[in-house]
């Protein structure tokens, strides 16, 4: 069942693009953090709101987190935006001439 907070993390460019990363495979939050700019203080704190909504998991090797997508997190999703999308069929179906 997708969560709302699933979609209000992914609502976030830079956390988007974490998860967009994160599908070519595992990274640390220092390898996460170095296209932004960011501090690694504000790229934990996405990591925290994508681990909160269940799309993501970490785990600390000693000194150092590493982050990777959780197993069928976006099966909810893909098949909500596929309902989504078969509804905006029926809609356009009437709409008419």
């Known amino acids: 069942m997708v969560q ?3 979609f209000a993390a992914l609502a ?3 956390r988007f693009a974490v998860v967009e990363q994160l599908a070519s495979g595992s990274a640390t939050i220092t390898e996460l953090a170095a296209p932004f ?3 690694l203080t504000g790229m934990k704190k996405h990591v925290s ?3 909160d909504a269940g799309l993501i998991r ?3 090797i000693g000194r150092v987190r590493r982050c990777e997508l959780a197993p069928y997190a976006f099966e909810g999703i893909t098949t909500w935006l596929q309902r989504l999308d078969r509804f905006a069929t029926v809609v356009e ?3 008419g001439p």
């Open 4 to 6: 709302y907070s699933q």
């Open 12 to 14: 976030d460019p830079t």
């Open 37 to 39: 700019g960011i501090s």
């Open 49 to 51: 709101v994508l681990e």
């Open 58 to 60: 970490t785990q600390k």
């Open 93 to 95: 179906r009437t709409k």
